[in-house]
């Protein structure tokens, strides 16, 4: 792995997988870094059926995720995940760029 890749866990596959199959569609996971947040920046996730050109493509055990070329300077060496707990189930990012994250989890800053 480089210090530019961007990997895909098994439970975000599992779950970008799961996802289309109940949709009856094959779905991949779009991953942006967005202005805004009280940290500087925030992650946005969409479910998407096509990519563009240039977007990184990042695959594992037949699930996809994408990330544009503008967010991937900020995601280097991130891990998308999917956590399943009490409180809640989402997507997220363990992003060794970020120097801190507010109180929800959802911002950050580099």
């Known amino acids: 792995m480089t210090d530019t890749a961007v990997t895909l866990s098994e439970q975000a596959a599992r779950r970008i997988r799961t996802i289309g199959e109940a949709e009856g569609r094959a779905l991949m996971l779009r991953v942006a870094v967005d202005g805004g947040g009280c940290s500087g920046f925030q ?3 969409d479910l998407v059926e096509g990519g563009d050109a240039e977007d990184l493509r990042v695959e594992r055990d037949g699930a996809t995720a994408l990330v544009d070329p503008m967010s991937l300077g900020l995601l280097k060496g991130s ?3 999917f956590v399943d707990e009490l409180a809640s189930a989402e997507f997220k990012i363990r992003n060794p760029n ?3 994250s507010c109180g929800c989890g959802v911002s950050f800053s580099i």
């Open 43 to 45: 992650y946005r996730f």
């Open 79 to 81: 891990v998308i995940d």
């Open 98 to 100: 970020a120097r801190s």
